[in-house]
């Protein structure tokens, strides 16, 4: 008998040994593994600017928690990334799919913060009212180049207060671009222009702008026309170039079909510079795919970051890390400022040292920081980041030449690598 009472003390001993224990580690378990900051990314998924995107983000995050996380008040916290297809980029889909995955971020997902898109400017406009409804800050890195974003936000501070953006306008997209063309002017005898735009409503009132500003600059502009999206042939407007002797060729496509464009002004030898805002030709690959054919355009980026210039420390680091990563150099804009975003995030709570809504508002409106394009300062009314050309007082575009089967940045001359070069039936 005494053993058996010998044994139900045993097993009462570690029965409370054993729920003493679980405790222990219950709490221990609560306080030690931090709660991660969840990262909702709204993007076109299937689209290359949203693919650009995402890899911009994942780096980011990616070596942001291989150092622990996001300090919060003392506590490192990582980064949980919570990715939904909009396919605002994709023909025909309606604006709702990009509201419906933005929502269900924050609902479903339980998103601290929205970055990365959507990218479609009508889609980002219609979802600035639901990030606003929840009070839930949105950081837009990808896309969305339209002046009514942050006119809004200007506008109606305490509804759209929530709302930031990276990415830039158009509108200093077009300033910059007419100080590049008085640069060349100067330094080339360049004053002889001709535009190509895409049928799309920003190719349109880029070309329109662009030829407003130069024309007060002194330049002629000698023709400007308009193509459709999808058309495969430009011969007979470069016929034009040719025939009217322009010295400025400048295209406004984000159309695949522009390496077209490239390949008809290569083997007509069309002495005009082709310059502008080219999306298609950012890519890494377009060299080989047009068989050198691009050699000498001069493509713009809305923001610096994607070609590594040693005026930029962190776009050097950031080219190296994407291509280490992905297998090829970053393609667009959208990648670096994605990238970036990430890091603007950090610094802002980390200031802040909490999540609170209105305490990571103030942060960002006061951030004063590095990034891959510059220094990042945003507007406190509007939460546009501000640009003028100067990388080490703001954010800056660029204009990369392609030379030798590779994209070399030579304006803004702050951050040029090279010298521009003119293709070898110009000179």
């Not at 080989?288 to 005026?311: D, F, I, N, Q, W």
């Not at 080490?392 to 040029?416: C, H, N, Y």
């Amino acid at each position: 008998m005494k053993v058996i009472r010998f044994d139900n003390q045993l097993s009462k001993l570690l029965l409370t040994l054993f729920i003493f224990l679980s405790a222990i580690l219950f709490n221990f378990s609560q306080t030690s593994i931090a709660q991660p900051i969840v990262l909702g990314v709204p993007i076109s998924r299937g689209y290359p600017d949203g693919v650009d995107a995402e890899r911009g983000i994942t780096l980011a995050v990616e070596e942001i928690n291989a150092k622990g996380g996001i300090n919060v008040a003392g506590k490192l916290r990582p980064i949980k990334l919570e990715i939904m297809d909009t396919r605002d980029l994709e023909p025909g889909v309606p604006v709702s799919e990009a509201l419906v995955a933005t929502e269900r971020l924050i609902i479903e997902k339980k998103a601290n913060f929205i970055v990365g898109g959507p990218i479609r400017s009508e889609a980002a406009l219609a979802a600035m009212d639901v990030v606003s409804k929840h009070k839930t800050i949105s950081i837009l890195s990808a896309g969305v180049l339209s002046p009514a974003y942050h006119k809004r936000i200007a506008e109606n501070y305490d509804k759209y207060k929530y709302c930031f953006r990276t990415t830039g306008s158009v509108v200093p997209m077009i300033e910059g671009a007419v100080k590049t063309f008085e640069l060349i002017k100067v330094k080339k005898g360049f004053d002889k222009v001709f535009i190509m735009v895409q049928d799309v409503a920003h190719a349109r009132a880029a070309g329109t702008a662009l030829k407003d500003g130069l024309e007060k600059k002194g330049l002629k502009i000698l023709g400007h026309e308009v193509y459709p999206t999808g058309a495969t042939d430009f011969s007979v407007g470069l016929s034009k170039v040719k025939a009217v002797g322009a010295q400025f060729l400048i295209p406004w496509f984000d159309m695949p079909e522009v390496s077209i464009l490239m390949k008809q002004w290569y083997d007509m030898k069309v002495p005009a510079l082709p310059i502008g805002y080219i999306h298609a030709l950012q890519d890494e690959a377009t060299w080989k795919a047009t068989e050198g054919k691009v050699s000498h355009s001069v493509v713009l980026y809305a923001k610096a970051g994607s070609v590594a210039t040693k005026a930029i420390p962190m776009s050097e680091h950031f080219v190296s890390a994407h291509k280490k990563r992905f297998g090829t150099e970053p393609r667009s804009e959208w990648s670096s400022t994605s990238y970036t975003v990430v890091y603007i995030l950090k610094d802002a709570i980390e200031r802040a040292k909490r999540l609170e809504t209105d305490a990571i508002i103030s942060a960002l409106e006061n951030i004063d920081m590095m990034g891959t394009y510059g220094r990042v300062k945003f507007d406190p009314k509007s939460h546009q980041i501000i640009e003028n050309g100067d990388p080490k007082e703001t954010a800056v575009s660029m204009w990369a030449q392609w030379l030798d089967g590779r994209r070399v940045i030579v304006f803004p001359e702050k951050i040029a690598e090279k010298a521009l070069e003119l293709p070898p039936w110009m000179k």
